[in-house]
């Protein structure tokens, strides 16, 4: 499907030539190097299947989580290329021992799913079907949750046996795209499946806060495996899927909505806190224990999608102006996180400085993984705000990775943010950088009509799928209002 014209007229094509010539650079790395395996070692150039949440199989994933991005950057002939590979030597069946379904649902599901929103090519659907019948196999009937680690061939989750606890994310980031499978196919048992899922995660014994689950979950129980809220790595995703399921079920889902309003107010109320930079006050989500006393602050990377995340449901709570700023409030935290470090990229990790005096912050982890969520949430406010602040901010981010994370070979990703010039840490140019973080700052920097919000939404690997109801049909649809 070819893109319309724009109508919107507030691109910036410079910058966007500039994200451009990025992804052009990590895709013909990653074709040159390692064409075929799951990730491309820069500082190496040679490729990598060794990442076990893929198992042992030689799946392309850096290949197929990068399609869509290619399709919308213009890169007809690089994923004309891609599309032969999935069509000649892709197959489920090369996925030896053990996977995650947490992964391999946001990153190929969701990629197959999207390429056949966009294509109507039979190809990508086929693909999303096949998985999906193999993920049914990895539910426990009794409690209706997953098995986050699974064998894509042979698997029986009731006598199968690798847990029993799981971070909430893991079972709770299925709906998107199980929503939009039981679509195209015509059956119905994924949303189910999804739907059984949610349950689980808002059981009283599983709820430590209104509408906040604690962080692991027994999956063959149901029951909590630890008493920690929070809205950062591990349950970060969970919470993005009930907001966004009632976007994409057309607002109709308003068991999705109801349970992000009380989400966010619990958030607005329980988990934002005070932090000072010096005397100047900022505030920073947080993390309690055991269902109640003090926030701790303590901030991952993984948790800076919350600002995007308050941005885009704030409009459908019952507090809209206040959880606006809740969105606001954490993704000025993260551009802090950027700011304040010699390199201008942002940590893995920080605990922020809840008394007066001193610095905001102290790096937990001071390594930067081409991580998306910073500016993940800049897109987002940008399209809610229409502040010019998240574009500048994004642009001084795609500035520093081309300066920091740029190699020979693609894309690295850095030992410690806070030394110029830094030093490679692992090599690796992980799939979620062509697929999340160059795929955000080109929209950044693109026209509203560009995959406009009111009709696609994103999956926590940024691959968008049709709102229900914004088009005639449910497949080979315009990405471009």
Known sequence: ???????????????????KKMIKHAWDSYEKYAWGYNELLSVGKTGSDSQGMFGNGHLGASLVDALD??????????YQRGRDWVAK?????????EVSMFEMNIRFMGA??????????????KQAIDLGERFAKGFHLSTGLSHNAIRLNGFDANSDYSGPCFVIAEPGSLHLEFAYLSKISGDDKYLQIAQRVRTALNTPQMTGLPGLPYSEINTNTGSPCRTDINLDGGSDSYYEYVMKSFIQSGKKDTRAQRLFNTI????????????????KPYRVLGRTYGGGGGVDPHLGHLGCFT???FALGASFTDTPVETLQVGKDITQACRE?????ATKLGPDDVMFNSQKGGDLFSMSSSVYLLRPEVVESYFVLWRVTKDPKYREWGWEAAKAMEKHCRNDGGYTDIQNVNVNPPSPNSGVQQSFFLAETLKYLYLLFSDDDVLPLDKWVFNTEAHPFPVDGAFDRVAGVPFRA
């Open 1 to 19: 499907v070819k893109a319309a014209p724009s109508k919107a007229g507030n691109a910036m094509p410079e910058r966007q030539a500039f994200v």
């Open 69 to 78: 991005t290619l399709y919308i950057a213009g890169f007809d002939k690089e």
């Open 89 to 97: 030597e892709f197959t489920f069946d090369k996925a030896a021992g």
């Open 112 to 125: 197959f799913l999207t390429m056949y929103a966009f294509t109507g090519d039979d190809l990508y659907k």
């Open 264 to 279: 966010s107010n619990t958030v607005r109320t329980k988990l934002m806190t005070t932090v000072f930079s010096g005397d």
């Open 307 to 309: 600002g995007g995340m």
């Open 337 to 341: 996180m950027y700011d304040r470090t």
